[in-house]
């Protein structure tokens, strides 16, 4: 057995440092987070070799006079809180005194700050933590500090390090947040002495977000916004098709910190549900701003994560508004009557339909020539002609959507979906799910269930939703009851039911190889472009590619051409 000893400063001080700077990213976020607290208006940075060699950052803040240069490198020297107080309602992002410090135990530094009272700046000089020289230094108002020999002092932390390309990513990506979340400032982010990123200083969040995602943002990303009396919430979510090419891009910003929210992430992952292959994550922009009082950001010690005081509240605010942008998201199609669509699916017994046909929204298709024909291609594709070009879409995928949402809707619409049992089902479950099912009731009745409580953990079952039927009624309800207890999103469908009808809409559409004819060709063109969710079946795979005039254009080599003619 080894000794108990008092860990000395030094191994305390490289302890501590190590988890506020993790990597090049970290060091570049923690200064920038600084230059933004000192209402810094333009901020460079550049760095070399993703940010292992060099990192240097520049800003037109407020500077610091050589008093207070010299505390500010010290242990826990903060002038943004004083008291505990302070810390339930914190508007500025730093406020630990920790970060420079730290990198101080990190690596070695140049800083030099001048506050615009002063006519001269201080240069300090700091190796291994010791400052080595300090002199007054001719320089405009605000910092700029130079930071060299990365990690020297954290061999630890020096071989986990990745490769230039993902340290610069990391970098990158941490950048572009703070540059989404901070609109009146300009940022330049240089690499390897190129500028990759130029975003001017008092731009709009479109702009900002144009600047940082390219045009591609105009078509592949809904806009969205809510305000309510406390809370604001504005930004962009990706399409399906956006999440292919910006993978792993989800920005979330609280009051302007850009932070992590894996309960979000997840919310609104599953809202997406079938819209994407599993594994994909759709991407989004999002603003939130609440009292700064409702959230508390002192969690984390890199302050990633945020905690919010009303999270079910929120969560449910955000489901529904993601919901209704999903599903306004078809901009070229409008509401009308029913006559003008038949379900007359061959496949199909007339209940079902029947069902479905009250259950389904009817929609005008205006940009399919209805009364062109749809072409069959391998008995496996259709072609369809748009005002907007055309559609190849896969027969089985497209009726499998349809099938599904259709199944859904009658599911979630609770029209006609109960089935009494001929025998009464008796579950057991443990103490706390049987107070859960008691304390949402409410829930389960609507969803088509009637039961009673036979004793503190036993119920019994006389009706539950028709498309259940098949299934194990104890392990569905344990289910939607884990939900509830994980307080995920108000469980109206659990994953099980999803697989459940994304089965029966698999068994009951038309295969591939399968011959149609011109009526049934064009019944899944019509009835696809009704359902809500028309780019992916219910397993992810594309149902459909819209093959635009421009695309055809460049495929033909015909785009000057085809410039000049407009
Ligand atoms: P914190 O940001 O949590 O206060 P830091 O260690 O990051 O702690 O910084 C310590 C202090 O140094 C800050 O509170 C601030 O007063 C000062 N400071 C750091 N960077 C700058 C800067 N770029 N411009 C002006 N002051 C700065
Ligand atoms: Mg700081």
């Known amino acids: 057995m080894k000794q108990i000893i008092q860990l000395p400063a030094a191994v305390i001080a490289q302890i501590a440092a190590g988890q506020v700077v993790e990597r090049p990213v970290s060091i570049v976020k923690e200064l920038v987070e600084n230059s ?51 810390l339930l309602a914190i508007n500025t992002l730093g406020f630990r005194g920790e970060a420079l410090y730290s990198i101080t135990q990190a690596a070695d530094l140049i800083i030099q700050s001048r506050t615009s009272s002063q006519s001269m700046g201080t240069k300090i000089v700091l190796r291994n933590g010791i400052v080595t020289a300090q002199s007054p230094v001719g320089m405009s108002a605000g910092t700029t500090i130079l930071i060299e020999n990365i990690f020297n002092a954290l061999p ?74 406390d809370y604001k919430i504005y930004g962009f979510l990706g399409t399906p098709q956006a999440a292919t090419t910006v993978s792993q891009s989800q920005f979330l910003i609280v009051n302007n910190r850009p932070v992590v ?27 939130l701003e609440l ?53 007359n699916d061959s496949k199909m017994d007339e209940g079902t339909a029947k069902i479905l046909r009250d259950a389904t929204q009817i929609w005008n298709v205006k940009e399919f020539f209805e009364e062109e024909p749809v072409m069959q291609i391998n008995n496996l594709y259709l072609i369809a002609q748009t005002t907007e070009g055309m559609l190849v879409i896969d027969q089985h995928a497209a009726h499998e959507r349809i099938l599904y ?56 079952f006389s009706q539950i939703p028709e498309l259940l039927h098949t299934r194990k009624l104890e392990q569905y309800i344990l289910e939607v009851l884990r939900d509830i207890k994980d307080q995920v999103e108000v469980a109206e469908l659990d994953l099980e039911s999803h697989r459940t009808i994304a089965y029966l809409a698999c068994r009951g559409a038309i295969k591939a190889g ?17 359902t809500t969710s028309k780019y992916t079946c219910p397993h992810g795979r594309p149902v459909l590619i819209h093959i635009t005039p421009i695309d055809l254009a460049k495929m033909f080599y015909r785009i000057p051409a085809f410039r000049n003619e407009k």
Not at 46 to 59: A, F, L, M, N, Y
Not at 261 to 278: A, C, E, M
Not at 318 to 342: C, H, P, Y
């Open 261 to 287: 929210s894996p309960k979000i992430s997840k919310v609104i992952r599953r809202l997406f549900k079938t819209l994407l292959p599993p594994g994909i994550q759709p991407p989004f922009i999002l603003y």
């Open 156 to 229: 630890a932390r020096k071989k986990f390090l990745k490769s230039t390309n993902i340290e610069f990513q990391l970098l990158l990506e941490s950048v572009t947040q703070l540059a989404l979340a901070h609109p009146k400032v300009g940022f330049q982010l240089f690499h390897n002495n190129q500028l990759v990123l130029d975003i001017l200083p008092h731009t709009n969040f479109t702009e900002r977000v144009t600047a940082a995602f390219g045009k591609s943002i105009e078509s592949l990303f809904l806009p969205l916004s809510l305000e309510v009396s």
């Open 405 to 460: 949402e259709q199944f859904l809707e009658t599911f979630t619409a609770q029209k006609s979906n109960k089935v009494a049992l001929i025998k009464f089902i008796k579950i057991a479950l443990p103490v706390l799910e049987s107070q859960l099912l008691e304390d949402n009731r409410e829930v389960f009745e609507k969803l088509g269930f009637v039961f009673t409580k036979i004793s503190s953990t036993e119920f019994s």
């Open 291 to 343: 009292h700064p009082e409702s959230i508390d950001v002192n969690i984390h010690p890199q302050k990633r994560e945020v905690r919010f005081n009303e999270e079910e509240l929120l969560l449910q605010v955000l489901q529904t508004l993601i919901r209704q942008t999903l599903e306004k998201a078809n901009l070229i199609f409008s509401m009308t009557d029913l006559e003008s669509l038949t379900l």
């Open 514 to 530: 399968e011959v149609l004819t011109p009526q049934e060709r064009k019944n899944i063109v019509s009835k696809l472009l009704l």
């Open 36 to 86: 933004l607290d000192a209402d810094a208006r333009n901020i460079t940075i550049k760095v070399t070799e993703g940010g292992k060699e060099k990192i240097s950052i520049s800003d037109d803040g407020h500077g610091m006079s050589a008093d207070d240069l010299a505390l500010a490198i010290q242990a826990h020297t903060t002038n943004k809180i004083k008291t505990t107080q302070d």
